[in-house]
């Protein structure tokens, strides 16, 4: 089984900057991507961005420039850098993450997600 702990979240100004961390652990054979996702109230869960095994990296529109999405080389944990924040990136974010278990099984793991909310 394999479990994904975020952390990072909380309360940041517009304009400010946070940095999210997830940290996956358990029984994983390989990855081939990890990613962000975010949901809004009332609104449904949309990727935000991703990193795959081969280190390409593709973000929404709305998080460009802004927004960076790295994993450090043993793929144990990813981060995403926020910057430029906008009261509209207020959301619970969430990582993910698509691979194959040590038994060679396809896995789609979802963390709990943790809060980030910017004010105006």
């Known amino acids: 089984q394999v479990e994904l702990v975020e952390s990072g979240g909380g309360l940041v100004q517009a304009g400010g900057s946070l940095s999210l961390s997830c940290e996956a652990s358990?029984?994983?054979?390989?990855?081939?991507?990890m990613g962000w996702y975010r949901q809004a109230p009332g609104q449904q869960r949309e990727l935000v961005a991703v990193?795959?095994?081969?280190?390409?990296?593709n973000y929404a529109d709305s998080v460009k420039g802004r927004f960076t999405i790295s994993r450090d080389n043993g793929w144990n944990t990813m981060y995403l850098q926020m910057n430029s924040l906008k009261p509209e990136d207020t959301a619970v974010y969430y990582c993910?993450?698509?691979?194959?278990?040590?038994?060679?099984?396809?896995?789609?793991?979802w963390g709990q997600g943790t809060l980030v909310t910017v004010s105006s």
């Open positions: 993910n993450t698509k691979g194959y278990s040590g038994n060679r099984r396809p896995f789609d793991a």
């Open positions: 990193i795959t095994s081969g280190g390409s990296t």
């Open positions: 358990g029984s994983i054979f390989s990855i081939n991507a």
